[in-house]
């Protein structure tokens, strides 16, 4: 695979297609564009930091589940699952890497009649897309797992099908260096600037931080949690901020002896299995928008929030030592959770692709294909994900997802 340079300036000064973003979502819609037999237009991908090193994408906890309140996002997460058992297929090369689930599954822990109501729901969504998740009561939880204490649980959600964690980071290297190979340009900068026409019907131009000035035919907002800021470019309004979230790698003096699902407490903290050790993570008390670059730590959480959780839910958890610990940023959907896609109502070539709330990763595959039907054909052709349009931003129909961590 021979792969261009990667440069800080563009080689033309007109492309049908600019992505702002060249982490996980924005390397998507690019290789799915290359995949387009009808698609033989020039590609752009402008990335500010071609080392991820602060992306979401470099912090993400790769996880994948079925388990959703809505049928769109669970048939999305269906899409990704299969697309990521059978790779090597989807991707037409002998060469590319194996990429396995470790189906250890979710469970969602419901201690008030008004959650377990809510998961009963969700499960009865879940199935009706033939997903196998199960609705137990706290006897039959005991059963499967019996380290856990379930004083006051009820019941709980559980899925071991397309369920746990994938190799995320392999997946969007793969796309990254392909669509590279296949003439899809990445450069080093930063768009500053669009420009639209005199009816505001269309962004003509981005003009780069070097000073460049490109023509576009059409622009796709990739931005993860700096979303709000590139659609401000073009004079719209997104409800999408960075939110931290906090990751913990540890090990436990007495181990589990099985996989964990990963576990979401009613406190707000989850922990699964993590090869040898475990992660655990949640969102802050105060859980505010903060600056892109703010990836400050709150070294008390830990110690107030997620380890008294841990050690209630499973004693075996009362000796547990750190090994590491991250925060990343979520592209937070402060409306309803639900990414936004698509194309604007009145900016026609401005297409997002924003707001996953935690769920970009496994959501990428299905995500990249769709705008990149819609760019090339006008459309999407394979799954529908217009419930996710801007236009339900817009007229406030929002589509309200309650399953977020």
Known sequence: MTIPPQSDRP???????????????????AWFLTDMPDFDGRILVVERDPSYEFSSTAHTNSCMRQQ???????????????????FRTHVGDDQAPELPIHAFGYLYLADSDSFAETLRAAQKVQADCGAGTRHMTADQIAQAYPFYNLDDILCGNHNLTDEGYFDGGTLFD???RTARARGVEYIANEVTAMTRNAAGSRVESVTLASGEVIACGTIVNATGPRAARTAAMAGIVIPVEPRKRYTYIFSAERPLGCDLPLTVDPSGVHVRTDGAYYMAG?????DVAVAPEDFIQDHSLWEQKVWPALAHRIPAFEAIRVINSWVGHYAYN???QNAILGPHSR??????????????????????RGIAELITHGAYRTLDLAPLGYRRIEEQQLLHEHAVI
């Open 68 to 86: 959703f309140g809505s049928a769109i996002n669970v048939k999305i997460s269906q899409f990704a699952a299969e697309y990521v058992r059978n």
């Open 174 to 176: 793969w796309w990254k």
């Open 282 to 286: 949640c969102a802050p008390d105060d």
């Open 347 to 368: 900016v026609e070539n401005f297409i997002f692709a924003n707001g996953f709330s935690g769920h970009g990763f496994q959501q990428s595959p299905a995500v990249g």
């Open 334 to 336: 402060t409306l309803d």
């Open 11 to 29: 080689a033309r000064n007109r492309y049908d297609v600019i992505i702002v973003g060249g982490a996980m979502i924005g390397s998507a819609v």
